[in-house]
């Protein structure tokens, strides 16, 4: 029942943000030089970004896609599996009050990095638990991480992929749980690390 009642809300957000054009696409920002970027997915991009933009040092947090080999990607494609895109969100961050490390260690601590084939009630390659990692060193960091977590008795479904082209989704997508005064459905906080 309790599944019913999730597919049912899904079913409902779907036709509210169909009701959104395309042209309602996010503003680009410009941030300071000093800012780096740093790319998740972890199932619906909604509550990955509601809890990235609460934590210290981070200057935006805008959902996206990347991943896939489809050019200029948007939500329908992507939610049916089409692009080979995961929902994604780009954190951008000022390195002098945050690191990589530890935005990767929040990620891990607000999705279920065990799930296989989504996250949740959301099912698909499109919701898959990934880093995109920038360079070698915030691949090492990401790998300790999961050695880490392994060691702690997980068993680490995420994957490390090379950071390539990040898409913006739609404007409706972003700040969606800010805008409709909600928390997230299927990102909870917990704390893993000490």
Request: neutral net charge; hydrophobic residues 30%; proline residues 3%.
């Amino acid at each position: 029942m309790k599944y019913f009642i999730l597919i049912g809300l899904a079913v409902i957000t779907l036709l509210y943000t169909a009701s959104f054009s395309k042209d309602d696409s996010i503003k680009h920002k410009v941030y300071p030089e000093n800012s780096k970027s740093a790319y998740f997915a972890g199932g619906c991009f909604w509550g990955v970004e509601y809890h990235f933009e609460k934590q210290t040092g981070v200057l935006d947090a805008i959902s996206g896609y990347m991943g896939g080999t489809v050019e200029n990607p948007d939500y329908y494609g992507v939610v049916r599996g089409n692009t080979g895109h995961l929902e994604s969100v780009r954190v951008v961050y000022d390195p002098s009050k945050t690191s990589f490390e530890k935005l990767a260690k929040l990620f891990f601590e607000i999705h279920d990095m065990e799930q296989t084939n989504g996250q949740g009630p959301d099912i698909g390659s499109q919701y898959l638990s990934a880093i995109f990692y920038n360079d070698e060193k915030e691949k090492q960091t990401s790998q300790k991480l999961i050695e880490l977590l392994t060691k702690k008795g997980y068993k680490v479904a995420t994957s490390l992929k090379k950071a390539d082209t990040f898409y913006s989704a739609e404007g409706y997508h972003q700040d969606y749980y800010q805008r409709k005064g909600s928390l997230p459905y299927c990102h909870v906080y917990k704390k893993i690390f000490d």
